[in-house]
């Protein structure tokens, strides 16, 4: 069974940030997978349209391919984190592998931020990768890459699961695209409308 919010065996096991509560009503919103030429440009606009900013967490090699699009995350004052070069599973790459590629894509992203794809990671990769990089988890993932939900159900989850300090994952990818781009605006409103603030993670 998919768990859409993460539980405290999770968190206790990986340590990294799940969520982030100081106490006030604060949620960031995170785009993983990025930048697409096709995709990443709406979805700025989008965030633009209801001025908030959000943390993209970009795949080396779409930077190395698609610098501009980077660029213009950065400009539009949102931050940028780590997803790896190639998008690997920790688990089924060998340690060196793995930790070299997350430094490949550093060159291309420099960030201090890291979000594992899938979350998929092995103890030792995070101990050796916490030396240098705060490891950013979630707490909400709204299942927008999955074509059998509609974009209905993906706001539903937003609604059932977030609360105060969620980090909530959205996917910045064509496959992804139609339910991403059709919930986020609900999303943002919805947020809004509660009297979330939506801020970056630093």
Known sequence: MFI???NSVMRLLW???WRINGGSKTVYLTFD???CPEITPKTLDILDRFGVKATFFCVG????KFPEIFEEIKRRGHAVGNHTMHHLKGFNTDFQAYISD???ANKYIQSPLLRPPYGRITFRQLRELQKKYTIVMWDVITRDYNPKLSSE???SIVKKYTRKGSIIVFHDSAKSSKNMLET???AIEWLLQN???LKTIN
Do not use: A, C, M
């Open 4 to 6: 859409e919010q993460s």
């Open 15 to 17: 340590r990294g940030i």
């Open 33 to 35: 997978d990025g930048p």
């Open 61 to 64: 090699d779409n930077v190395r």
């Open 102 to 104: 997350i430094e490949e």
């Open 153 to 155: 159900k993906i706001f």
């Open 184 to 186: 986020l605006p609900k």
């Open 195 to 197: 009297n979330y603030e």
